[in-house]
T-cell receptor, first 114, second 112 residues
Framework: AQSVSQHNHHVILSEAASLELGCNYS??????LFWYVQYPGQHLQLLLK??????LVKGIKGFEAEFIKSKFSFNLRKPSVQWSDTAEYFC????????????FGQGTELSVKP | NAGVTQTPKFQVLKTGQSMTLQCAQD?????MSWYRQDPGMGLRLIHY???????DQGEVPNGYNVSRSTTEDFPLRLLSAAPSQTSVYFC???????????FGDGTRLSIL
């Protein structure tokens, strides 16, 4: 089945550590890719998005993601995490040949120790 | 600016009861969708709509109905509630599915 997979369910890091969260999708054709974040008790909000062009996209709060088409991946990175980055992170994909649905991955819970 | 408004925020139902979760947006967005969020499973798409009068099924549509008679409203109906439908439900809207989505506060639903 076509899907969006996030490899890590729960990641625990110390402050200043580097972060990389994996995301793979199985849709063919043209895709739009997103990372959303849900801070405890809050709405989901958009971190960054990729539509086309430079495969390295920068988002808010120092996050970036790299689209690697050959690997069907869109991994999220941050060079140095802060305690305030503790949240759940969701990768999401729309595929043009899937009727425009926005499909989310399972989510990765990030806990940053002060 | 209300954004996306969901009601109710909490609800407890008995198995077999029906109810409607309300969702309204005031941003004139064409795309609206319903998700359920369960631990370890992320957000799963139930139904979505690309405009008034147009709806389609998502990943987990069974047991749920939707309609989109106006641009603003996108109610989700549980026809006969089952314990497996215990979840947190989120409504979202955007100018399109490929645009940033605005999420409501969620409805926490428990089916006994």
């Amino acid at each position: 089945a076509q899907s969006v997979s996030q490899h890590n369910h729960h990641v625990i890091l110390s402050e200043a550590a580097s972060l990389e969260l994996g995301c793979n999708y199985s849709y063919g054709g043209t895709v739009n890719l997103f990372w959303y974040v849900q801070y405890p008790g809050q709405h989901l909000q958009l971190l960054l998005k990729y539509f086309s062009g430079d495969p390295l996209v920068k988002g808010i709060k120092g996050f970036e993601a790299e689209f690697i088409k050959s690997k069907f991946s869109f991994n999220l990175r941050k060079p140095s995490v802060q305690w305030s980055d503790t949240a759940e992170y969701f990768c999401a994909v729309t595929a043009y040949n899937q009727g425009g649905k926005l499909i989310f991955g399972q989510g990765t819970e990030l806990s940053v120790k002060p | 600016n209300a954004g996306v408004t969901q009601t109710p925020k909490f609800q407890v139902l008995k198995t077999g009861q029906s109810m409607t979760l309300q969702c309204a947006q005031d941003m004139n967005h064409e795309y609206m969708s319903w998700y359920r969020q369960d631990p370890g499973m992320g957000l799963r798409l139930i139904h979505y709509s690309v405009g008034a009068g147009i709806t389609d099924q998502g990943e987990v549509p069974n047991g749920y109905n939707v309609s989109r008679s106006t641009t603003e409203d996108f109610p989700l109906r549980l026809l006969s509630a089952a314990p497996s439908q215990t979840s947190v439900y989120f409504c979202a809207s955007g100018e399109g599915s490929n645009q940033p989505q605005h999420f409501g506060d969620g409805t926490r639903l428990s089916i006994l």
